[in-house]
């Protein structure tokens, strides 16, 4: 029986809901460009154009009842009501000229008081499978019940928007209305649009009701500790957060409410590039009839995947429900976090690999959210290049970082959280002359955070960040502990040093005149500052 979407201005008379995977793979192989089976029952899948997200494209309505909770600027960029109706319109006429539409009805967000019904509204299977492992399933009983939904997406990615409209800058346009609960997408059919406009929408409303959102991974023990883990790419967000000894809540987007930690997704939205069983054995095992691999280069004969070749793009992903992970805590819903882990992959060398934060460095830190990357080499440049992304997702944060900071700092302190600084980069100096610190080391630093190994050791105070560096910790040499102790050049250290302290003041101007003064007097200190403050 065809679903009925005539309140929406759509006619279209073939319209299916919350399809079963076998009728989503018959149509998207019949029917959509690029569309395959990979050898272990993936459904390889091919977005176009654009194989990533288009942040420049993203686009939030300007309205007297959200306006003043806008962060605006490059990131919340803002659009007139006048001009969204125009792309609505033309998404609307786009929708209507297919021959059939897709709707998802389903949840984001575990804990049943949060959670936001969500329609999707799109014209490929590919798009349906997708963002029915991304969101969480309703039962029959669910469903049934659904009635009309919290939010809206419209997904007409395939039809480009109009260059020539007012505020649009490319064929790509991402638009939210949260007055209206609705969001439209033109000109990009990268999946990964949808499920990070949900998340958007969600890390607007959760602070109207005290409710922390984060861009973090989690994980629980059978006792109950929970930790939560945030990183920008290449930190090891993953990698760590999947720990045999732990059970998984999630790995990418989660809320802190006044009851605990719990998932806004039901799956798991995994980077897929050079991925091996030896490396990453529970996503590799995830990849099975159900999941979405999106493109990836195979071969035409087998279907194995190539999981090295980036002929396409280096931004390969797998999406898949989160009960494709064996070690996994369902419902996705845990207590409080105990700890508070903040990894960089510093690849100047200088942060300790472990050091215990105050709430207010835990506060300045998470405005921050560095890393340092090292930077491509087509020009020869073989530099690391330090990136701030404000709450380690500033793309998806719709208000000013304080007010999530404000949030962290206030649960870390309600419910006695320890936030830690975990450094996954260089040791013995930057990239280039030191080394990547051994992946071994740092899971036994988490491990020692969990058992409470630090608790009672004797730590040592950075004179320029302040932060609190164990000088000791089991399966670890101590010498690792202590970065100054690993370089042979102690001068170099200290220039790489004040260097980073200089990219961290600097970056953090942007955001000083909106933040807490305890925030910004837990900000590094230069070599001159640190001496006068003794």
Sequence with gaps: MSFDLTQYGIDVKEILRNSSRPVLYEIGLRYEKGTAISDTGALLVYSGEKTGRSPKDKRIVRHPDSENNIDWGDINIELDEHTFKVNHERAMDYLNTRERLFVVDAFAGWDPRYRLKVRIVCTRAYHALFMQNMLIMPTAEELANFGEPDFVVFNAGGFPANRFTSKMTSKTSIDVNLEENQMIILGTEYAGEMKKGVFSVMNYLMPLEDVLPMHCSANVNEAGDVSILFGLSGTGKTTLSADPKRKLIGDDEHCWTDTGVFNIEGGCY???????????????????????????????????????????????????????????????????????????????????????????????????????????????????????????????????PNRYAELLAEKIKKHNATAWLVNTGWTGGGHGVGSRIKLKYTRAMIDAIHNGDFDNLETVTDPNFGFEVPTSCPGVPSEVLIPKDTWEDKEGYEQTKENLVALFNENFKAFADGVNREIVEASPKSKTEAAAAV
């Excluded at 279907?303 to 999406?319: G, K, M």
């Design 270 to 400: 995994a980077k897929a590039i050079d991925l091996s069983e030896e490396s990453e054995p529970e996503i590799y095992n995830a990849i099975r009839y159900g999941t979405v691999l999106e493109n990836v280069m195979y071969d035409p004969d087998t279907r194995e995947v190539d999981y090295s070749d980036t002929t396409i793009t280096q931004n390969t992903r797998a999406s898949y429900p989160i009960d494709f992970i064996d070690n996994i805590h369902i419902p996705a819903v845990a207590g409080h976090a105990n700890h508070v882990i903040f990894l960089t992959c510093d690849a100047f060398g200088v942060l300790p690999p472990v050091s215990k934060l105050t709430p207010e460095q835990a506060s300045y830190h998470f405005i921050s959210g560095y890393t340092a990357k090292v930077a491509g080499t087509e020009m020869g440049v073989t530099e690391p290049q330090a990136t701030f992304s404000a709450c380690f997702g500033a793309a998806f944060m719709m208000w000013h």
